[in-house]
């Protein structure tokens, strides 16, 4: 919401009204998965170019790339001692 946000203000896009929801759904099997929904409501009174612009910047934004790779964790037990 906050690339949206970003991209309106930089196109001089006015948002009236802007409702986002997300549902998940995690498939366990060989290896977990999780699919997400994401249900985008921008009102109204958007042209369809605008529409667009704005859907296309949701799409592209860093928290969906980083969802959409592939994620390694690495995790490092400290004993309390500076690193």
């Given at each position: 919401?906050?690339?949206?946000?970003?991209?309106?203000?930089?196109?001089?896009?006015?948002?009236?009204?802007?409702?986002?929801?997300?549902?998940?759904?995690?498939?366990?099997?060989?290896?977990?998965?999780?699919?997400?929904?994401?249900?985008?409501?921008?009102?109204?009174?958007?042209?369809?170019?605008?529409?667009?612009?704005?859907?296309?910047?949701?799409?592209?934004?860093?928290?969906?790339?980083l969802l959409s790779g592939e994620n390694k964790f690495k995790y490092i037990l400290a004993n309390?001692?500076?690193?």
């Amino acid at each position: 919401m906050l690339t949206m946000s970003a991209v309106a203000d930089n196109k001089k896009i006015h948002l009236d009204v802007v409702d986002v929801q997300i549902g998940y759904e995690i498939q366990a099997g060989r290896s977990w998965s999780t699919c997400f929904d994401i249900r985008i409501d921008l009102g109204q009174k958007l042209t369809p170019r605008e529409r667009t612009i704005l859907f296309n910047s949701a799409r592209g934004c860093e928290v969906s790339k980083l969802l959409s790779g592939e994620n390694k964790f690495k995790y490092i037990l400290a004993n309390g001692d500076p690193e």
